[in-house]
């Protein structure tokens, strides 16, 4: 049984849903205005609303095609539209208690994925830990990470930064703490936050999950190389041509036969849009950006045992090992070696949960015990098998540590350089 709950924002009331649990929900909150027209492939505009505003409906997920991983995770079907610049939040209350507040960030090579998807329900989490949690969608592919030179570059990260300017004006509205703010990301989403505290974030704790720290990172020549064969496919001479393109087209552009070839002629294994090392928005030299940047936010650190078994084509052999450790574990230890070298806190955990000889501990795996969605994840291949009993244990151990680094205290284990295994 649900019923309505009311929220007072600067814009205006927001209405949305409390859930049988007594959690609250607030689906589709625009962050930035809808970037149409003029606005697609442009920086973030800030979003545009005043008075009473239903947030009782869950909001379509970026344009995306699906995604490499459904073998391991599984599959969503979601309307899709480019008015995606929205964010949901779940909350104890909305009341002035000022609670701890997570942002997260999802995953998928930014290719596909979406805050608002069912994998990533913030309700068992905030009503476990009286904590308020928000999940960001931005743009994906060539609409967030095109680039072609002489214009704003990396928007995708841009939409990010500004989901987390909103979460600072108005979380307090939402029984939230502007103060107390936890950036959470995996994959893609853990790398944009490593990104962001290369330039001026504002916030000083983050929850990195399997972040391959700094791969898929593109020189401005190499991100432009691409960018003009990606034009070329989707019949846009320009920019501007582009614009007007349906976005279909601009989909189908990424699997168009010289699309794939530049692709692989660049080499790297890496996805075909993603960060931009452009010298404005991003540094184009990482690498020591990076290593500072570790020295600007404390640090829960986790990877896991078997990340690149999820990926098609890699396996479970050493070869892949190798490579998941190379990608993922090696990188992980390092970030937060060099966040304990520079004066901050780190702790490392390595999740070995291992169902299936298919996958084992494969990339993704975590995700259904940080938020407590097994039941959205029913369908997961990489999760076939598991014992209820074992899955029940290891969502109550994860989240205890999750949220105690959330609330600013610290997880049951030692400090990094520790390696915590969670099975």
């Known amino acids: 049984m ?4 009311q929220a007072r924002l600067r814009a205006g009331l927001l209405t949305g849903l409390r859930d ?5 929900r607030f689906s589709a909150i625009p962050y930035a205005a809808p970037p149409l027209g003029a606005l697609r492939f442009a920086p973030p505009e800030p979003a545009r609303w005043e008075g009473p505003r239903d947030a009782t409906r869950p909001g379509p997920v970026p344009p995306q095609l699906p995604s490499r991983l459904r073998g391991a995770m599984g599959d969503f079907d979601a309307p899709q539209s ?6 949901t939040v779940w909350t104890p209350a909305a009341d002035a208690r000022r609670r701890p507040v997570v942002v997260w960030l999802h995953g998928g090579a930014w290719q596909s994925g979406a805050g608002a998807l069912d994998w990533y329900d913030g309700a068992r989490l905030a009503g476990r830990g009286d904590v308020v949690v928000v999940a960001v969608n931005y743009r994906l592919a060539a609409l967030g990470w095109l680039h072609v030179p002489g214009q704003t570059a990396n928007v995708g990260l841009l939409d990010q930064e500004a989901a987390i300017d909103w979460v600072m004006d108005n979380i307090d509205a939402m029984g939230g703490d502007p103060e107390r703010v936890t950036l959470m990301g ?5 790398s944009s936050i490593c990104a962001m505290l290369t330039r001026r974030p504002r916030f000083a704790r983050a929850i990195l999950q399997s972040a391959a720290l700094g791969r898929g990172f593109r020189s401005s020549v190499q991100a432009a190389a691409l960018g003009k064969v990606f034009l070329e496919a989707a019949g846009a001479a320009t920019l501007q041509a582009a614009r007007a393109l349906p976005v279909e087209h601009l989909l189908a552009a990424q699997q168009a036969p010289q699309v794939v070839a530049a692709l692989q002629a660049e080499g790297g294994r890496r996805s075909l849009f993603g960060p931009v090392l452009d010298g404005q928005v991003l540094p184009a030299d990482i690498a020591p950006a990076l290593q500072r940047a570790a020295g600007r936010a404390d640090v829960l650190v986790a990877y896991t045992r078997n990340e690149m078994a999820a990926f098609p084509g890699y396996g479970t052999g050493p ?10 574990g090696a990188p992980s230890r390092q970030w937060a070696t060099d966040a304990v070298a520079q004066g901050r806190q780190a702790w490392l955990a390595r999740v070995d949960v291992a169902p299936t000889e298919v996958f084992l501990a494969c990339h993704c795996i975590e995700l259904p015990f940080v938020f407590g969605t097994l039941d959205a994840f029913d369908s997961a291949p ?7 009993a074992q899955a029940a244990r290891l969502t109550e151990t994860t989240q205890r540590a999750w949220l105690a680094f959330i609330r600013g205290e610290t997880p049951d284990w030692p400090p990094a350089p520790h ?4 099975d």
Do not use: K, Y
């Open 2 to 5: 649900t019923e309505s709950v």
């Open 382 to 388: 990489m999760l076939r098998g598991l014992p209820s």
């Open 319 to 328: 070869d892949s090992q190798a490579a998941s450790e190379a990608v993922f």
């Open 419 to 422: 390696l915590h295994a969670l």
């Open 20 to 24: 049988e649990n007594g959690i609250c």
């Open 186 to 190: 995996q994959s893609a989403g853990a």
């Open 82 to 87: 480019e008015d995606c610049l929205h964010l």
